[in-house]
C-alpha cells in the first residue's frame, strides 16, 4: 500500500515497507487514518530536535515534551492536571503565609498582636513545608536535570531561589545561634523567608498552568481537521460486491462507494455518478459544488444526495487532508528564530544572574 509507513518527525516521508527514514534515521512507523502514527514520540515545542520514545521533560529547557502525533480523542493532559492539583492546593496555603509575613506592615502590627514571633514564624514553616516539598517538588527535578545536562535555565533559578530562601529560614528557625549578631534584627531576631519561597512557586505554577491551557487550546485546531477524516470507506470488489472497510486498508486503486450524506473517503476521481460535494473544508466555499464523472474529490469532504463510484488515487498520508493535519502540526511544533537568540542569552543570563546573587550575599554580609 502506498504510504502506508511514515516518519514521525518528516512530514511527507513515506514507505511501502517497513525501513528507516532517508533523513533523520528513524524507523518508520505503520501509518493510521489522518496521517498519524501508530507508535507516539515526544518531542520539546521549544527544541525540536530533542526527541523520545516516552513522556518527560525536555532536557535543554525543562518544558514538558508534547506528544508529535495528535489523537481526535479529547484526552485531559496529565501534565495540565498535575500543575493545576499543585497550584490549588499551594495558593490555599500560601496566602496565610503571605498574611502572616506582612501582616505587620499594616498600621497596628495586627499579626504582633496576636501571637509572638516564634510562633508566626513557627505557622509559616508549617504552611509553606508542603508548597515548596509537594507543589515545588517538579521544580527542583528539573532545575538538578538543567544543571547535570549543563543546561542552565529558568527552573534552575527557580530551584535555587526556593531552595536556598526555604532552608535559609530553616536553619534560622531551628538553630538561629549559627547566625552571627549582624544577621539579627533590633529584637534579636534573624529573618525568614518562607513567604518568598511559597510565594515563588505559587506564582510559577500558576504560570505552568497558563502556558499548559494556551498550548492545549492550539491543538484544538488539529482535533477539528482530524475529526473531518472518515474511518471507513465501502470498497467493490472485483466481483462486484461492496464491503465496508477501514481507511488504513485501502490501496491506490481501489474502487469505493460513496453514498449519499458519507464523506470522501481518499483523493481520487468519480468513474460513476452525479452528485453534489461540500467542499467548504478545503475551499471555504458555503456552496455546494456539483460534480459528475471525471472530476476529482478530496477526501474529508461531504456527498451530498447523489450515489458515486470513486478510484482511489491517493490514501492514507498522501490526501489532501492529511498532509494538512501535517503542516498544522509542524507549524504548531516550529519555533520562532528569535527563540535560538533567546537560548543563547539563557546561556549566560543564568549564571550571570547566579554569580550577582553569590557576590550580592557577600556584600551584604560583609
Not at 492550539?218 to 462486484?240: E, H, N, Q, V, Y
Not at 453514498?259 to 460535494?277: H, L, M, N
Not at 516550529?334 to 542569552?345: G, H
Request: proline share 7%; glycine share 8%.
Amino acid at each position: 500500500m502506498s504510504g502506508e509507513w511514515t516518519c514521525p518527525m518528516c512530514p511527507g516521508v513515506e514507505s511501502d515497507v517497513a525501513a528507516d527514514c532517508p533523513k533523520c534515521g528513524m524507523a518508520l512507523e505503520k501509518a493510521l487514518p489522518g496521517g498519524n502514527a501508530a507508535a507516539i514520540h515526544y518531542t520539546c515545542p521549544m527544541h525540536p530536535e530533542v526527541v523520545s520514545d516516552e513522556a518527560g521533560d525536555c532536557p535543554i529547557c525543562g518544558m514538558a515534551l508534547e506528544a508529535v502525533a495528535v489523537v481526535p480523542e479529547d484526552e485531559p493532559n496529565p501534565e495540565l492536571g498535575y500543575m493545576a492539583r499543585r497550584f490549588k492546593a499551594s495558593i490555599w496555603l500560601t496566602i496565610p503565609v503571605f498574611v502572616l509575613a506582612m501582616g505587620d506592615m499594616l498600621p497596628g502590627r495586627p499579626i504582633s498582636t496576636l501571637m509572638t514571633v516564634q510562633l508566626r514564624t513557627i505557622f509559616e514553616f508549617l504552611l509553606a513545608t508542603p508548597v515548596v516539598v509537594w507543589g515545588g517538588w517538579v521544580f527542583f527535578e528539573r532545575g538538578v536535570k538543567s544543571i547535570k545536562n549543563r543546561s542552565p535555565n529558568m527552573f534552575t533559578l527557580i530551584m535555587l531561589g526556593v531552595g536556598i530562601s526555604y532552608f535559609y529560614s530553616v536553619v534560622a528557625l531551628l538553630a538561629p545561634d549559627l547566625f552571627p549578631a549582624d544577621f539579627r534584627d533590633a529584637a534579636g531576631h534573624v529573618g525568614v523567608y518562607f513567604e518568598a519561597a511559597a510565594v515563588i512557586v505559587t506564582l510559577v505554577l500558576l504560570g505552568q498552568v497558563l502556558e499548559l491551557r494556551a498550548r492545549e487550546k492550539t491543538g484544538s485546531a488539529i482535533k477539528a481537521l482530524l475529526g473531518l477524516a472518515p474511518t471507513l470507506a465501502r470498497r467493490l470488489t472485483p466481483c462486484g460486491h461492496e464491503k465496508d472497510v477501514t481507511i488504513d486498508s485501502l490501496n491506490v486503486g481501489d474502487r469505493l462507494r460513496v453514498r449519499p450524506g458519507e464523506k470522501v473517503p481518499v483523493d481520487g476521481v468519480i468513474e460513476e455518478g452525479i452528485s453534489v460535494i461540500d467542499e467548504s473544508m478545503v475551499t471555504g466555499e458555503p456552496l455546494p459544488v456539483s460534480k459528475a464523472s471525471g472530476d476529482s474529490v478530496v477526501a474529508g469532504t461531504i456527498n451530498g444526495t447523489g450515489s458515486l463510484i470513486v478510484l482511489a488515487e491517493k490514501v492514507g498520508t498522501n490526501t489532501l487532508l492529511s498532509r494538512i493535519i501535517q503542516m498544522v502540526a509542524a507549524a504548531q511544533r516550529s519555533r520562532a528564530p528569535i527563540q535560538n537568540l533567546a537560548d543563547r542569552v539563557a546561556a549566560w543570563f543564568v549564571p550571570t544572574v547566579t554569580l550577582s546573587s553569590v557576590l550580592t550575599f557577600v556584600a551584604w554580609s560583609v
